[in-house]
């Protein structure tokens, strides 16, 4: 564990801390929250996706606070909720990606699993020390995935109440995070909102993820690698579109509940690469690179690769008023120039992550 390191000024109304600030959609949302004036501890444990140059915005802002520290490590996070005492705490902190819980199971269960059991303890444990006032202020949100609820046809919407079906170790391990969460409300009265959202794209995401590797690798003139045949579809978020979802849930939403999070965005992944190619090709074109379209390669599907997700996010719609402001033109514009503009954020990732996914060329 490490010492806070602090640039926080007393006064601050609300008080956050937020688990895996240091991710892409968790620096997203502490980049909102410091920008209006809450007072953000940062706790992230900085593994590989944990960037402290996704917070460089905001990490020397009077309000922000940052502490290197696991989700899984009780003693450090009793100690952060002691010290800083927050009104709300936003658990975003997981190991998030497909691939690698194929490859590596472990790591999930330990983070999305154990560590979600050891935020509710801990929780739970200093929302009962607090007093009258300070106990009806806090709040513990939990942040999931719509991955949790399986796989589409082709017609239909998650809901709130679609049954629970994940089809991989890493849904497996957030629908096993939600359900406890769901427990420690019901059980021990913890107050707690749940959200699960559908696939989140845009500034600052690590470049194993579809989006950002077609970006950069069509930038190179690498191939662009599509599972199976591009078929899969999803239904595209921006991420500050979420950041702003998750900010209303955490603060308005009714105790007990959980929020569906979607852009209406449904996207085959063959043309969200097409998409990205004729952007590239239109503000960054390059003889010698030529169309990028031609740099798709498909390689094998990955197991158990849900054909489709889509979210029917009405609820909190109706309840919140929550809209997104991008469409899904509008916010892969604003990715794919933010990716060029902003070298100095991912080219130090060359030299740790060689910008291939898993899968086998056919």
Known sequence: MTSIVSSTTPGVAQRVLVTGGAGFIGSAVVRRLVR????VLTYDKLTYAGNLASLGEVHNLPG???LQADVCDGQAFRAALHEFRPDLVMHLA??????RSIDGPGDFIRTNIVG?????DESLGYWRSLDGAAQKRFRFHHISTDEVYGTLGDEGLFREDTPYQPNS?????????DHLVRAWFHTYGLPVVMSNCSNN???????????????????????????????NVRDWLYVDDHAAALDLIATRGRLGESYNVGGNNERRNIDVVRTICTIMDRIVPDARIGSREKLITFV????GHDARYAIDATKL?????????????SGIEKTVRWYLDNTAWWEPLKARYDRQRIGLSK
Request: overall charge negative; cysteine-free; hydrophobic content about 30%.
């Open 36 to 39: 209006q004036g809450r007072q």
């Open 64 to 66: 922000h606070s940052f």
């Open 94 to 99: 997981a190991e998030s990606h497909v691939d």
């Open 116 to 120: 979600t059991y050891t935020l509710l």
């Open 169 to 177: 170790p890493y849904s497996a391990s957030k629908a096993s995070s």
């Open 201 to 231: 794209y845009g500034p600052y995401h690590f470049p194993e993820k579809l989006i950002p590797l077609t970006i950069l690798n069509a930038l190179d003139g690498a191939p662009l690698p599509i599972y199976g045949k591009g078929e």
């Open 300 to 303: 094998t599907d990955r197991p």
């Open 317 to 329: 719609k109706t309840e919140l008023g929550w809209v997104p402001d991008e469409t899904f033109e």
